[in-house]
Nanobody
Framework: QVQLVESGGGLVQAGGSLRLSCEASGDIFSINVMGWYRQAPGKQRDLVAN???????KYADSVKGRFTISRDNAKNTVYLQMNSLKPEDTAVYYCNFIMVISGTGYWGQGTQVTVSS
């Protein structure tokens, strides 16, 4: 089992910045993918960005150039730096952790990000 603890959500004005953090603990294998998804009311949960343990990253087109994902493998922690936030970025943001070899995935409890116009 893997436990994920998220932090860093909140309320910010459009154009502002927030930084999300997610720390993983438990039975962690070194080859994994950590990432962030978001879900707005009435919409499906979509990928925002993820990062492989080898450093490879992937971003949704809507956040490219504004959001940066990074990780600290020694701390089993993934970060999402969100700049130039827009009202449409408002959603619950969920941390995701995938064991690459087994394909087993885990979710955090979610953290609310609200961007006011």
């Amino acid at each position: 089992q893997v436990q994920l603890v998220e932090s860093g959500g909140g309320l910010v004005q459009a154009g502002g910045s927030l930084r999300l953090s997610c720390e993983a603990s438990g039975d962690i294998f070194s080859i994994n993918v950590m990432g962030w998804y978001r879900q707005a009311p009435g919409k499906q949960r979509d990928l925002v960005a993820n990062i492989h343990s080898d450093g490879t990253t992937k971003y949704a087109d809507s956040v490219k150039g504004r959001f940066t994902i990074s990780r600290d493998n020694a701390k089993n922690t993934v970060y999402l730096q969100m700049n130039s936030l827009k009202p449409e970025d408002t959603a619950v943001y969920y941390c995701n952790f995938i064991m690459v070899i087994s394909g087993t995935g885990y979710w955090g409890q979610g953290t609310q990000v609200t961007v006011s116009s």
